[in-house]
C-alpha cells in the first residue's frame, strides 16, 4: 500500500508536528508532503521518509515568510500529483486536506483545527489587525472560507484531536468525525517537591491571553516563570513586574525540568486540545485553566487542577487563590495516573484502527 502524509510546513517543531511523527511511526515507508520544510528538522525526526515540498518552497524567502503565502496554498496543493497512492493522511490546521486524490484513494483527515483566523476567531484577528490588513484580509479570507469548505468535501474520513474541535468540524464543514486525541509523551515527564513558583508554557500570541496571566499575577505578587516567545513578548516584558520572569524559547528539557518543579500550570487562553495541560499533570502538577476548548476534556476540576468559568483578570487571581488555599489536595500520583490516558502508544492504536475501519468501509463501498 502506497502512502502519502500530508502536513501544512515542517519548521517547528509543536504539537501538529508530534503528532505528524506518530503517524508517520505507523507508515514507515509513507512519503510526506508540505509546503516548505527545515531540512536539519526532518533529517533529526523523520529518517528515512521521503519528504516532498510544494512550489511554496521555491518562492522568495518562503523558509521564514511562509504564512504570507497563504493565498497561494489551495493552488500549491491541488498542484500536487497523489495518484499513485492508496492512502493520503492529512494533517490539517490550515489548507492541507485541499489536496486532490484518485478515486480508488482513500483520504482521512486527522483536523487539529478548522482555520481559525478564517471561521470562529475572524472577527478577533481583524479586531487586533491594522487598517491594511484588515483591507486585504476581507477579500482574501471570504475566498478562503469558500475554498476551505469546498475542499472539506474531498476528504472521506474524518478525526478530530478533540470534541471541542470535532463540534466545529459539524458547524462549518458539515461533517461528522470520531475523535482521537494527539499523543503526549508521558513516559518522558517525572515529579519533583514543588517550589516557589507558578509557570505558563506557550506562544506569546493574543488568542492564547497572556495578557490577562501577566495581569493577574501583577497583582497577586506571586512568582510566576513564563516560557515562550511570540509577537507580545517584549511588550509583556514592559508591562510586567519584577515577580514575572520571561525565559522566552528554551529546550524540552529546561521545559521538562520546570514542570517538575512548578506548584501549578497557569493556561488562561482557549485551546483545541492543548498539550502543555497534559505534560504538565504527566510530571503531578495541577492545572489552573479557564474552563474552555480542550481543557475541558483533559482537566478534571478539583482533581488534577482548577477550571475557572470568568476569563478575565479577576477570575484568574480567584483561581490561583484558591489553589494556594487547596494546594495540598492535588496528588502528585493521582494527577500523573489521569495523563496516562493520553500516552503516544494509546494514539497509535486507536489511530491504526480507525485507518483499518476507513479502509475496510471504503473497499466494501467499491465493491
Not at 47 to 76: D, E, N, Q, W
Not at 82 to 89: G, K, T
Request: with cysteine; glycine share 6%.
Amino acid at each position: 500500500m502506497r502512502v502519502a502524509l500530508v502536513h501544512y510546513w515542517l519548521v517547528t517543531w509543536r504539537g501538529g508536528e508530534h503528532v505528524l511523527r506518530a503517524i508517520a511511526d505507523l507508515f514507515p515507508q509513507a512519503d510526506i508532503y508540505a509546503h516548505v520544510v527545515d531540512p536539519d528538522l526532518v533529517r533529526q525526526r523523520f529518517p528515512g521518509h521521503a519528504v516532498k515540498t510544494t512550489f511554496i518552497s521555491r518562492l522568495p524567502f518562503s523558509r521564514r515568510f511562509y504564512k504570507s503565502y497563504l493565498p497561494l496554498m489551495p493552488m500549491a496543493l491541488e498542484n500536487l500529483d497523489l495518484r499513485e497512492y492508496d492512502l493520503v493522511i492529512s494533517s490539517e490546521a490550515g489548507p492541507a486536506k485541499g489536496v486532490i486524490v484518485a478515486p480508488h484513494t482513500t483520504h482521512v483527515c486527522y483536523c487539529h483545527s478548522p482555520i481559525r483566523y478564517a471561521w470562529d476567531m475572524y472577527h478577533e484577528y481583524r479586531t487586533d489587525a491594522s487598517r491594511f490588513t484588515k483591507l486585504v484580509s476581507l477579500p482574501l479570507l471570504h475566498y478562503m472560507r469558500i475554498w476551505d469548505q469546498v475542499s472539506a468535501q474531498r476528504v472521506d474520513h474524518y478525526i478530530a484531536n478533540s470534541r471541542f474541535v470535532a463540534g466545529r468540524v459539524r458547524k462549518y464543514y458539515r461533517r461528522n468525525c470520531a475523535v482521537i486525541y494527539p499523543p503526549v509523551a508521558v513516559e518522558d515527564f517525572t515529579s519533583a517537591p514543588a517550589e516557589d513558583f507558578y509557570l505558563h508554557v506557550g506562544q506569546l500570541v493574543a488568542y492564547k491571553r497572556p495578557d490577562l496571566l501577566v495581569d493577574a499575577f501583577n497583582e497577586l505578587g506571586e512568582r510566576l516563570i513564563v516560557i515562550g516567545e511570540g509577537e507580545l513578548l517584549s511588550k509583556l516584558r514592559k508591562r510586567a513586574r519584577p515577580n514575572i520572569e520571561f525565559l522566552g524559547r528554551q529546550p524540552f528539557e529546561s521545559i521538562r525540568d520546570h514542570y517538575a518543579r512548578c506548584r501549578a500550570l497557569v493556561f488562561p487562553g482557549i485551546e483545541d486540545f492543548g498539550i502543555v495541560p497534559v505534560e504538565a499533570m504527566a510530571a503531578g502538577k495541577p492545572v489552573i485553566a479557564f474552563a474552555g476548548g480542550g481543557v475541558l476534556e483533559t482537566v478534571v476540576d478539583g482533581v488534577t487542577g482548577i477550571l475557572f468559568t470568568e476569563q478575565t483578570q479577576k477570575g484568574l487571581v480567584a483561581a490561583v487563590r484558591e489553589h494556594g488555599v487547596r494546594e495540598r489536595d492535588f496528588v502528585a500520583g493521582t494527577i500523573r495516573k489521569h495523563a496516562e490516558q493520553f500516552t503516544v502508544q494509546r494514539f497509535k492504536s486507536e489511530f491504526s484502527a480507525f485507518i483499518a475501519r476507513a479502509l475496510a468501509e471504503e473497499r466494501s463501498n467499491d465493491g
